[in-house]
T-cell receptor
């Protein structure tokens, strides 16, 4: 079975440009999570979707960040405009069900973003 | 603030030895715990989950949970160089939680 799919795997852009990261969750999973990982802060949850609905976006750092999930098999994370401090690895993860404290989350390969 | 603490390491063990990775958590309401392995430049990979006090074994891996002491550990028996990675401990905080809180990870090096 295919795991979580993310694209692009690497993105290098210049400050001020728009960046769009994409994610396809595991088929049948109805919860999707976007994380950001940096050396300083570790893994941080940015936003959580359940059944395509954003449930918690309190981790989104600024209004420059937005995320959508138009259907059960696709989500995007957009940064506009991008800044050098957004440079990090962005992971998408999915799980079947959520909110019962036992759901196993499976991570995609990540997108390494570099903003110059 | 709910926290999961891990020693950042690096933890170095010789090949064939037992590697012991430890994690403490601050939220007494935490009910489930997960160990992820992350190779350099790769994504976290789930290797163990544990929900009840005691030990849970899966191949060379044993997870141990002590809720009274708020302590969870991962033992890797017969360590191999391929086990060299960063190991992340994570937990959900309380019933109905959807948010995994991750530790910063412990870097393990298995020396041939």
């Amino acid at each position: 079975d295919a795991g979580v799919i993310q694209s692009p795997r690497h993105e290098v852009t210049e400050m001020g440009q728009e960046v769009t990261l994409r994610c396809k969750p595991i088929s049948g999973h109805n919860s999707l999570f976007w994380y950001r990982q940096t050396m300083m802060r570790g893994l941080e949850l940015l936003i959580y979707f359940n059944n395509n609905v954003p449930i918690d976006d309190s981790g989104m750092p600024e209004d420059r960040f937005s995320a959508k999930m138009p259907n059960a098999s696709f989500s995007t994370l957009k940064i506009q405009p991008s800044e050098p401090r957004d440079s990090a690895v962005y992971f998408c993860a999915s799980s079947f069900g959520a909110g019962n404290s036992y759901n196993e989350q499976f991570f995609g390969p990540g997108t390494r973003l570099t903003v110059l | 603030q709910k926290e999961v603490e891990q020693n950042s390491g690096p933890l170095s063990v010789p090949e064939g030895a037992i590697a012991s990775l430890n994690c403490t958590y601050s939220d007494r309401g935490s009910q489930s715990f997960f160990w992820y392995r992350q190779y350099s430049g790769k994504s976290p990979e789930l290797i163990m989950s544990i929900y009840s006090n005691g030990d849970k074994e899966d191949g060379r891996f044993t997870a141990q949970l002590n809720k009274a002491s708020q302590y969870v550990s991962l033992l890797i028996r017969d360590s191999q160089p391929s086990d060299s990675a960063t190991y992340l401990c994570a937990s959900y905080s309380g019933a109905g939680s959807y948010q995994l809180t991750f530790g910063k990870g412990t870097k393990l090096s298995v020396i041939p």
